[in-house]
C-alpha cells in the first residue's frame, strides 16, 4: 500500500478557564512543535466559531495545515463560506482544507428548525454554488434546496481542497466525483478497504478524477485497556446512537465506540493504523484521549513514529 499522511486531532472546546483563541492557538503550535504536519478540528454547535478562531491561528502560528473537520453546511449560504474560506485561506498562506458535513437530524431540525430530508441533494445543491465561488470562477446554480449566483473578488485567496463527511453510497459517489475525497468518523479498517473507498474511488475514476480517504477514530496508547474501554464508551457514546455512526459500527461487527477505538500499548495500536494503511487510507486523523496528560502525550509519541 501507499504512504499513509498521520495527523492529529485538536478540540476547540470552551478554552479551559482559558480564552478559547488563546488556548488552540497553544495547541496548534504544540502540535506544530511536535512534529505533525496538520491538525484536524470540528465545529460542533454550541462551541465558539471555528473559522474565527482559525484566522487568528494561523495569522499566529506558522508550519503546520489545518482541516475543519467538519463545519456542518446548513447554517450558512454557500457564498458566505466561500467568503469566509477564501479569505481565512488567504491568511493561511493556502494551509486550509475544508472539510463539510450534514451534521444530523437532531441537530438540524431539533436545534436549527433546518429540514434535514434529501441530504445528497441538499449537499450537491451546495457544492454547485461553493465549488465556482471557491475556483474564482461565478456561481450559477439554481436549485430546489438552494440557489446560489454571482462571483466573489478575493484577490490572491488560494482555493482549499474541499473533503465531505460520506458514509452512504450515495454520498460517497457524490464527494467522489466533486471533492478531493472523504473525511470518516468511527469507520473501522475492513468498512473502510470494502465500503468507503471502493465506493468513493469508483466514482471518482468515472469523472477522471482521483479521490482520497481520510479516516478518523479515537486513539489511547495505555496499560489500562479496560479502563480506556471504558472512558472511550462514555466520552463517544452519542456516536453509538446518531444513526449514520452506528451503521458504520454495525457494519464492523462492533458493539460501541469503545470497540473502534485503537487501545492498547505501542505495538498493539502500531498494529491497527497499519490495518488502516493496508485498508488503503491516505490520511489517519488520531484523536488522542485518556485520564491524563500524560498518557495523551505518550499517544502522540507514538503517532509520530508512524
Known sequence: MGRMQVSIFGFLGDGAGRPVVDAYVETLSRMRDEGFARMWTAQLPHEPDLLTTLAVAFREVEGIEVGTGVLPIQLQHPMALAQRALTLNLIAGGRLTLGLGMSHRPVTEGMWGIPWDRPVRRLGEFLDGLLPLLAGEKAAAVGETLTTRGRLVIPGAPAPDVYVAALGPQMLRLAGRRTAGTVTWMTGPRTLADHIGPTLRDAAAEVGRTARVVAALPVAV?????????????????????????????????????????????????????????????????????????????????????
Open 222 to 306: 495505555t496499560d489500562d485497556v479496560d479502563a480506556a474501554r471504558a472512558q472511550a464508551a462514555e466520552q463517544f457514546a452519542i456516536y453509538g446512537k446518531l444513526p449514520s455512526y452506528r451503521a458504520m459500527l454495525d457494519r464492523e461487527g462492533f458493539a460501541g465506540p469503545e470497540d473502534a477505538a485503537f487501545i492498547g500499548d505501542e505495538k498493539t495500536v502500531a498494529h491497527r493504523v497499519d490495518e488502516l494503511r493496508d485498508a488503503g487510507v491516505d490520511e489517519f486523523v488520531a484523536i488522542p484521549f485518556g485520564p491524563s496528560e500524560e498518557e495523551r502525550a505518550r499517544t502522540r509519541a507514538l503517532l509520530r513514529t508512524l
